[in-house]
């Protein structure tokens, strides 16, 4: 009985077995940054002192992957801290994914009175802080200016260094970032993983 080519060829076998491996992590490697998790390098002072420059964080990709196959737009929480594309990102530049806050949902009118957020909704038409439940996390006072309805299919999000111009978000009209694309939107994040003193959940 003839051996088989493999078998008078080992290290062809070996060879083919590693590609095969190789091929194999690169698809599930993939496959897992689209649909599972990815991770990402937090760069500037903008969400101080929630997060810091060297952060590195992981975002959720399940709540995103779940929508989608159900045919819907995933919307996060309020109060959720979110990594999505920049609607104005250009090419050459660092600032493709940015990470902020969700303060207001499609729909609600975000302002800003006294130094802070106020929501209205049909729930809170005398409006609310969308900043109550966050721990206390947001820096105050909040500088700009916000008298802004969300419209369908998209976000009001804001950095939690929000005095001065630390960070560039939904605030100051046409001079800010303006609302958020649902469709842009990568996932929550769900831990700080770096440093290693400082692990958390959120």
Partial sequence: MEASFFT???L???IFSLIIFVICVVIGTLLINTFVFRSYNVVGPSMETTLYTGDRLIVNRLPVTWSSIQGKSYIPARGDVIVFKNPRFTLGADDE??????IGLPGERVVIQDGHYVVYNDAHPEGFDPDQFNHGEPGSPTSGEADTVVPEGELFVSGD???GNFSFDSRNGSEGMGTIPLYDVVGPVSMRIFPFNKIRTF
């Fill in 161 to 163: 260094h929000r005095v």
């Fill in 12 to 14: 062809l076998k070996d």
């Fill in 97 to 102: 994914y940015i990470v902020k806050r969700v």
């Fill in 8 to 10: 008078r060829h080992p």
